[in-house]
């Protein structure tokens, strides 16, 4: 049997720095700091369609973290994840300099509303051919909630159980408003939409409460490729309904496995083919020519490193304020509340900390943050770190990676020209997209509308032959 073929995405963040490498901004050789300029993004997007990259995924959430300290200003200070661009707006411009590479990017639930979020996609998709995809979200930050004039957040399942009511809202305008033949525009006959098979949508439910046609004709894709994130019991139920792929917080091969097991089992007893759902779990690998100079490479993100910044943004995704605590000493992280943490953070330190078998400390949860958080940063050759990659996909089954850059653009440069080689030479990688020029869809699941057995596609209009129009 050939050996399973990978796909790889860029993991992005729209500010200063990195997804999860704090400090590194400082570096010389880092261009972080151009994230302001369009140059920035279009010269990303060239650097990932040379390594036939899948996507450029964009991480993204509202406010910044600001519960270290009770502020945000270690954040500020550090430059760390502050000073967020809106991902939107730079994806046009970087799929107008490539043909093929996708484009994924992170939209709320909690906070948007579904007829903008829907014409906001059904644009994009547009714009890049098909070339989208939307990593569907809840916010679970009080600073957000405060910020977009809420009081407090919405209880974790309630959150879930409202970003389901916003799915069947997006999947009624794209699926079910404009109907197959409804886009005319016949020059000869003078016809431009068959007004006929294009309905108004009503929704009245407990989150969402609207009436009106989709305000744009159908995209490529219809429905972008969606992404999700959680692994909460809710969020899992969520993905196996609703995701095409998985962006996994994993730290180790066998707890993917499980992840992926489950929610393929999951997706299955809903009525959907298990391998339908693809899994990316992020890894930030150190590359080197040889084995001294990865390490030397390591020793200077080490060098680099801002372990408080990584402990604030720890803080940040936990809810829990991290800064009484003093920095060498080691932590019990079981008597910690988890009221407000994201569960899949402790599921992936817990993994952590048992196969590592060393205490917590503050500096050392900082330092882990500062270099990978909680994924995996292997450090080596090609050929060490394509081990690496073989070892998740034969324990973990899965599908592709997420990779996070230590520093820009030298970490997607190494990807490219030094493990992509390996990769394909391993049989493990395409030579080129499967589809060249086409929709995302297609290049990860081989068809550019939603598989027949996607909840999604349950909301499709069937096509009606052409009526006869009277003279």
Request: with cysteine.
């Amino acid at each position: 049997m050939p050996p399973k073929q990978i796909k790889i995405c860029f993991l992005e963040i729209s500010n200063v720095g990195g997804y999860m490498a704090s400090g590194q901004w400082r570096r010389e050789d880092d261009t972080s700091l151009e994230k302001a300029t369009l140059q920035y993004y279009t010269d990303l997007a060239r650097l990932a369609e040379r390594g036939k990259a899948s996507s450029i995924f964009f991480a993204d959430w509202f406010v910044g973290f600001d519960v270290y300290g009770g502020s945000l200003d270690t954040m500020l200070r550090g430059g760390h994840q502050v000073a967020h661009l809106d991902p939107l707006t730079p994806i046009s411009a970087m799929a107008a300099v490539t043909e093929s590479v996708a484009f994924a990017v992170t939209q709320s639930t909690t906070y948007s509303n579904p007829y903008v979020l829907a014409r906001q996609m059904s644009s994009l998709d547009h714009l890049t051919g098909g070339r989208c995809a939307w990593n569907v979200v809840t916010s679970h930050t009080e600073s957000s909630a405060h910020a977009l004039g809420h009081d407090t957040i919405l209880p974790h399942d309630e959150r879930y159980a409202k970003a389901d009511e916003f799915m069947d809202v997006v999947y009624k305008l794209w699926e079910s408003s404009w109907a197959p033949g409804s886009v005319q525009l016949d020059k000869g006959t003078g016809l431009a939409f068959d007004a006929d098979r294009i309905k108004k949508i009503s929704h009245q439910g407990k989150h969402f409460q609207m009436a009106g046609r989709h305000q744009v004709h159908p995209s490529p894709q219809r429905t972008p490729v969606l992404f999700q994130a959680g692994t909460s019991k809710a969020g899992s139920a969520f993905a196996s309904k609703h995701a095409e792929a998985i962006f996994l917080n994993t730290f180790s091969p066998s707890q993917a496995a499980k992840v992926i097991s489950e929610t393929r089992s999951a997706a299955s007893a809903v009525g959907r083919h298990p391998d339908s759902i693809k899994f990316f779990p992020c890894i930030m690998p150190i590359i080197g020519k040889t084995k001294e100079e990865a390490n030397a490479k390591y020793g200077k993100a080490v060098s680099y490193a801002d372990p408080v910044a990584g402990l604030a943004q720890l803080s940040g995704y936990t809810g829990i304020d991290l800064a009484p605590y003093p920095l060498d000493e080691p932590m019990d992280l079981s008597k910690m509340s988890q009221a407000m943490a994201i569960q899949a953070v402790f599921k992936a330190l817990a993994a952590s900390e048992d196969e590592l078998d060393q205490p917590w400390t503050p500096r050392r949860l900082g330092m882990r943050m500062a270099l990978g958080g909680l994924h995996p940063c292997p450090v080596g050759t090609a050929e060490e770190v394509a081990d690496v990659f073989e070892q998740w996909i034969e324990e973990a089954d899965v599908d592709g990676f997420n990779i996070g850059s230590v520093t820009n653009p030298s970490s997607w440069e190494d990807v490219v020209d030094l493990l992509i080689p390996v990769l394909q030479d391993r049989g493990l990688y395409w030579r080129d997209y499967d589809v060249p020029g086409g929709t995302f869809r297609e290049n990860l699941l081989g068809q550019k509308e939603l598989r027949e057995d996607h909840y999604g596609a349950s909301f499709k209009v069937k096509e009606e032959p052409s009526l006869p129009r009277p003279q």
